[in-house]
């Protein structure tokens, strides 16, 4: 009976803690219902959704990567070309491959940024009323003010 009675106990705590926990959207709407408490304005988060931010999107990132990997092996395609061309041809060519190299190295950089972390996105938060205005909010890393 004992045992029972412990185990009652620690299922009655993880509930109320469970219950407790705030999550990092409910966090972020708090913030703005605080900002926007003594405005006239009503907001409503039913669509709104929690994104987080990066300095450059880890799918961008990715992209590029995959870009830079697909322009090496053109280019070096292209080169392979260009030996067996005439000069007129060699040259049209060598000015393709040129865009291209400078292609490769805009996007060379961009793979040196990697994905870091930034901050939280709170979108689609409506205005109630006649304006059908949608509100964005960026938040720090901690969620613990809204930041521009």
């Known amino acids: 009976m004992r045992k ?3 185990a ?6 993880v ?12 966090r972020a709407i708090a913030l703005v219902e605080a900002q926007y408490e003594n405005g006239n304005q009503d907001l409503n988060f039913d669509s709104s ?15 590029s990567l ?7 092996v053109t280019l070096a395609e292209l080169e392979g070309q260009i030996e067996h ?17 400078k292609e ?3 996007l060379l950089e961009l793979t040196k940024t990697k994905p870091v972390f930034i ?21 720090d890393k901690g969620i613990t003010k809204i930041v521009p």
């Open 104 to 106: 490769r190295y805009r």
């Open 66 to 72: 995959k870009k830079g990997n697909e322009l090496d």
């Open 119 to 139: 901050g939280w996105k709170l979108s689609g938060v409506a205005i109630e009323g006649d304006k059908h205005e949608v509100l964005s909010f960026n938040f």
């Open 85 to 101: 061309l005439s000069q007129a041809e060699s040259d049209s060519v060598g000015l393709i491959s040129a865009k291209l190299t």
């Open 49 to 63: 959704k929690l994104d987080s931010l990066y300095n450059i999107s880890p799918a961008a990132y990715a992209d």
């Open 8 to 13: 009652f106990v620690l299922l009655l705590l």
């Open 15 to 26: 509930v109320i803690i469970s219950c407790g926990k705030k999550t990092n959207q409910d």
């Open 4 to 6: 029972i009675y412990h």
